[in-house]
């Protein structure tokens, strides 16, 4: 059985302290927290490595926190680290206030990168799954404050719950609550106290919503007035596969594996057939690609679509195209870890450049089932 998973300078027993300076030596990409304002309405306690430094107290503070599983209370602690990472890049002044706008957005993947090449999560970085419950958990960690306010709670919470768990999000919102000095009346404790029957009463705060099929999922997600329970015809008529992952990843290898006698449109065959490399534009290869992807479509035919679809949006325009043509959609995520990708794409025939690969990863969006009728995840145990 795998040890649990562990963030250096988590509060343990007896005594449930840190040392905040020890993990300044631990994290210096921490440090920047220090010098990032916060309104002083809602944050009166100063500046953001303050508020963590309070919300970790509080978290390590918490009854439920302490009585959690080793490596649930350590991802908790790094949810509390890592949440704000991306104040400093995203505050600024407005009308006399300030700001972050889009800070959890953007912080999940400063969190991703974080996780998968800081030593202190070792060698090979954090196991997959600990790291997408963190970046999960680090994107909506707003959301019990927020989603009575959204334009579709119900919607809101349903996707959420695709990528993170609702038990340990309503006890870190609880310590982001008590980690600050507000000035202002609100009411926000008592939002976050409502959050879990509001999830319960939605149908998704222990699992994943129970949709029908894997149809309505699919479409619930791609249309704003779907209904979550009503039960879709899957009239799909054929398969195609999206692959996913990082150059050196190993995509074509699994496709050898697995779908063998499959026909495939392969952005790296096109780029060698038009003589472009992969720091070139793009473009030619793109249009290339999807007329041979409408071809397969228009016969109904399955196909493998062989790319790095690192980017929610642009997987999105393929997903897009195939299910106008009523085709099933399924991503397989090749992920080793990320030292080992790096490895193998500097000794792949096709070597990715190094500064092409880097931002690469740090553009990074995981797929989640939110995005097709099924998602496979080809990651080590």
């Not at 809602?42 to 080793?70: K, N, Q, S």
């Not at 000035?183 to 319960?200: A, H, Q, S, Y």
């Amino acid at each position: 059985m795998a040890e649990p998973w562990k963030c250096p300078g988590c509060p343990a027993p007896p005594d449930w302290q840190f040392d905040p300076a020890e993990l300044l030596r631990l994290y210096p990409w921490l440090r920047p927290l220090a010098d990032c304002p916060q309104d002083p309405a809602f944050h009166a306690e100063g500046d953001v490595w303050t508020h963590v430094c309070m919300v970790l107290r509080e978290l390590a503070a918490l009854p439920a926190f302490r009585a959690l599983p080793v490596e649930e209370r350590n991802v908790l602690f790094a949810v509390g680290l890592l949440h704000d990472i991306c104040k400093p890049d995203t505050t600024r002044e407005e009308n006399g206030r300030i700001r972050s706008p889009g800070h959890a957005v953007r912080g999940v993947y400063v969190a991703r990168r974080l996780l998968a090449d800081d030593p202190n999560f070792g060698p090979l970085g954090t196991p997959f799954p600990v790291r997408e419950q963190v970046c999960g958990l680090v994107r909506w960690h707003g959301l019990p404050v927020t989603y009575i306010d959204k334009p579709d709670p119900p919607r809101a919470v349903i996707r959420a719950r695709v990528a993170c768990r609702f038990d340990l999000l309503t006890m870190f919102a609880e310590a982001d609550h008590r980690g600050r000095i507000c000035t202002v009346p609100e009411d926000t404790l008592g939002c976050i106290r409502m959050f879990p029957d509001f999830c319960r009463e939605v149908g998704c705060w222990d699992t994943p919503f129970p949709f029908p099929n894997a149809h309505t999922r699919f479409e619930y997600f791609r249309n704003e007035a779907a209904h979550p329970s009503l039960h879709l015809f899957d009239d799909t008529v054929c398969e195609v596969t999206v692959m996913c992952g990082l150059p050196g990843s190993g995509k074509s290898t699994w496709i050898a594996k697995h779908r063998p006698d499959s026909p495939v449109v392969s952005l790296d065959d096109i780029r060698e057939q038009l003589d472009v490399t992969p720091a070139d534009d793009q473009a030619s290869v793109i249009a290339v690609a999807y007329e041979r992807a409408r071809e397969h479509l228009r016969r109904g035919q399955g196909f493998v679509w062989n790319a790095t679809s690192i980017s929610r949006m642009i997987r999105g325009k393929l997903i897009d195209l195939a299910a106008g043509y009523k085709a099933r959609l399924r991503i397989v995520y090749v992920e080793p870890p990320i030292p080992v990708i790096r490895r193998q794409n500097r000794e792949r025939a096709k070597v990715v450049p190094e500064s092409v690969w880097e931002r690469m990863l740090a553009r990074l969006d995981v797929p989640t089932e939110a995005e097709a009728h099924a998602v496979e995840y080809v990651v080590p145990e």
